[in-house]
């Protein structure tokens, strides 16, 4: 079973930096995608109420007042306790992800030490913030599995899957990147891969940053989300525009 640690705050009073959509529908679309069996949720400053939709869900909530780098700390602390074949996904509360995620982790990790379901927009930027971006694309190769091609890429987020074994032996490289507030995203997996690790990610992807870089083609169709059941229905995501769409249609 894929082991879930999933990571949410208050900040921004539940929203993200799309204004459609809030932290509470990214969390249901978590749990329809990929269930609530076997998750962890690392509840980082948040209010009682937001403990409570949370608790509807699930028992297994670590309650935090660590920050962001602080928090993921915590959240790998969890991981590295498991067995070294355990596969583990850690989640950041502000991604949405298409039907099949549990499917696409698996197939990746089984050709790369991490995997990201999120085809980050700015390694496609003409003026990309990342360095290693270069006329609207990154030197990558290109692999196919069962269900999906992927690419090597260079960065990802602090979203990700990884086998507990891997992370207990580079656990050293992500505590030194989480000394700030942030974590270094991006001088973290620069050196991973210069320690010799790999990193994969879906074309197209197959889940996205909630953002100023939202996944390419991820609004193209509807995105499914698990019923609160006690709220009045939650909407979808879906549509080239990226409008809502109701849950109902």
């Known amino acids: ?18 204004p459609q959509i809030t932290k509470r529908q990214c969390f249901l679309n978590f749990v329809e995608v990929f269930g609530a069996d076997g998750i962890t949720i690392v509840a980082d400053n948040c209010k009682d109420e937001t403990i409570d939709f949370l608790s509807r869900f699930t028992p297994n909530i670590e309650k935090t007042s660590l920050g962001n780098s602080g928090s993921f700390i915590f959240a790998m602390d969890l991981a590295l306790q498991l067995k070294d074949e355990q596969l583990i996904y850690l989640v950041e509360d502000d991604y949405l992800h298409h039907p099949g995620g549990p499917r696409f982790l698996l197939e990746g990790l089984q050709r790369a030490d991490y995997v990201s379901l999120y085809d980050h927009a700015d390694k496609y930027m003409l003026r990309s913030p990342n360095p290693l971006v270069t006329g609207g694309g990154e030197n990558t190769k290109v692999i196919l599995t069962a269900s999906t091609h992927w ?78 059941p006690n709220q009045r229905p939650e909407t979808k995501v879906g549509a080239s525009s990226g409008s809502l769409i109701s849950a109902n249609g």
């Open 151 to 228: 690419k090597f890429t260079n960065s990802t987020t602090m979203t990700f899957a990884v086998r507990a074994g891997t992370l207990k032996a580079d656990q050293d490289i992500f505590r030194s990147h989480c000394a700030q507030s942030i974590p270094a995203d991006y001088f973290l997996f620069r050196k991973l891969s210069q320690k010799g690790r790999t990193l994969v990610s879906p074309l197209p992807g197959r889940s996205t940053h909630c953002d100023e870089y939202p996944a390419p083609f991820i609004f193209n169709t509807a995105l499914p989300f698990k019923m609160d």
């Open 1 to 18: 079973m894929l082991k879930k640690i999933y990571r949410i705050c208050d900040h921004r009073n539940g929203g993200t930096k799309i």
